[in-house]
Structures are given as structure tokens and as C-alpha cells.
């Protein structure tokens, strides 16, 4: 596995790669759910490559970023035993020079849910990627649907500014217990480990709860009911699961999408009502 440290170093490596070349994004500290993108990516594309980059711009000042989980020599064993051909590691001072003023603004829908319990998160998600895709020039980009919201932001990004990439979704996995795979479960302790795949389980019973006609408010009630009570909901919503407009009345297909705390751990997740 070769690795490029600075834009240039990538540009000389991908510019020679096979083609088509696939595209994994992350913030490191790998799971079985990046390795899934990696896997998928292989299926399809004569070259991979992943990036791990913790992007400042995604961060709001009071989120973790100086404690997020960082792992670069476990990262690159998982990787090159995944197969991946190369891995960019950017450097943030390279990325986001002093003079750095532009970025992605993605509308209306990076300003719900996510958007506006994170302000400014999807403009941070939006540029890096945009930096990310015009650096790496992948033919296919493999984002996970467990950031549903943050695929769909990607997929209109890809549209409105005609990036020619291909985007692939690749569904959420999950340990055992239900719980979304997410590089923050490490946060949790055995206690609050032992609440969290309750957020997932309040998904399945609101989509229960509409499945057998409830209301959209009884549905969330419903969901809601599942959850710790030692966690603190953010929202729990039903949504379109391309424009995220809430649904009102709710109606199938559509995504069912909740974020909550478990301490001072913040997990998301989705599942989708068909
Ligand atoms: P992150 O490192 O959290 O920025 O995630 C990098 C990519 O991995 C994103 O496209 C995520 O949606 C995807 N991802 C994260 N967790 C999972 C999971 N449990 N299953 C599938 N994809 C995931």
C-alpha cells in the first residue's frame, strides 16, 4: 500500500492509478463498517483509495476533535490487509492554508437535523469532499448510509456542481446488538455501551408504529419510548430520503432518521421504511 502525505504526492499517485479508481473518505480509527466501503469498492474498481483526514472544518468548537480516536498504525494494518491500493493521509495546515476562504454552501438541506443541531458541520463535510474529489479524481466515491444525511448532501453536491464521480451507498453495519458501528462507540462505557443500541431499537418501533398506521406523533412517541431514559433525544424524525423534508403525512418509501446522547457521546442512525 502506497501513501501520499502531501497534494502533490496524491496527484502523482492517483494520477497514475488503474481506472476505475474507487474512493473511500474517512476520519480514521477504522471499523468493519469502513472496511465494508473498502470491500465494496474492490468489487467494482481496478484501484482503491482511502483517506483519513480529521477535518477541522466539521467541527464545531465545542465537538471533539482534538479528542476524536486517531490510529494511524492500526488504521494502515486494516487497510493493507483490506487490499487498498493507496492511502492519503492530507495534512490540515496543506488543506486549510492561512488564506483558505472557500467553501461549499449546500443550501437548505445542510441547515435540518444534523444541520441544525451542528451548525456549519455539512459546509465543513461539503468542502473537504469537494477539495478530497478534485485532489483524488476517483471514478466511484463509496460513502456509507449509516450518514445518510451527509450521503444524500454529498449526492446533490455531485449534481449541482456536475463532479463526475459515481456515488455508491453502502448500507449501515451493525454490531450484534443493533448498534450502528460508528468510530465515537468507543467513547461509551460498559454502561451507556449498554444503552446505546436502544437509539436503533427506537427506530425499528417507529417504523413498527407506522407500519401499522399510527400517526407520525404516535410513531415517534412510540420510538421514543424504546430509548433510554438516561439518553437525551435530539430528534427522531421521518424524512424524504432524498430532500430530508420532514414527512407530514408520513408516508413510505422514506428514511426514519434519530440522533441522541448517551452521556457525552453523540450517536446517529437511520433505517429505512419501505
Ligand atoms: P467517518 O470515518 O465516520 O467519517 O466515516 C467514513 C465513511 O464510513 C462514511 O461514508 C460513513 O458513512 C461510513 N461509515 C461509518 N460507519 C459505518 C457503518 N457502521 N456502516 C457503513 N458505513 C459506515
Known sequence: ????????Q???LFGASPRPLGF?????ALHAGHLELV??????????????????LQFGPNEDLAAYPRDESGDRRKLADAGVDTLFVPDAAEMYHPDFTSYVDIGPLGEILEGAVRPHHFRGVATVMAKLLNIVRPDALFLGQKD?????????????LNVPVELETVPTVRERDGLAMSS???YLDAQRRAQAPTLYRALLATRDALSGGASKPDAIAAGAAVLSPAARLDYLEVVDATTFAPLEPPRSPALIVGAARFGSTRLIDNVAWE
Not at 44 to 53: D, E, G, K, Y
Request: aromatic residues 4%.
Open 1 to 8: 500500500m502506497q501513501t501520499a502525505r502531501t497534494v502533490a
Open 39 to 56: 470491500r465494496r469498492a474492490r468489487q467494482t474498481c481496478a484501484a482503491v483509495a482511502v483517506s483519513i483526514f480529521v477535518n477541522p
Open 10 to 12: 496524491a496527484r502523482a
Open 24 to 28: 473511500v473518505p474517512t476520519m480514521g
Open 184 to 186: 465515537r462507540n468507543g
Open 148 to 160: 445518510a444525511q451527509q450521503a444524500a448532501i454529498l449526492r446533490k453536491m455531485i449534481f449541482d
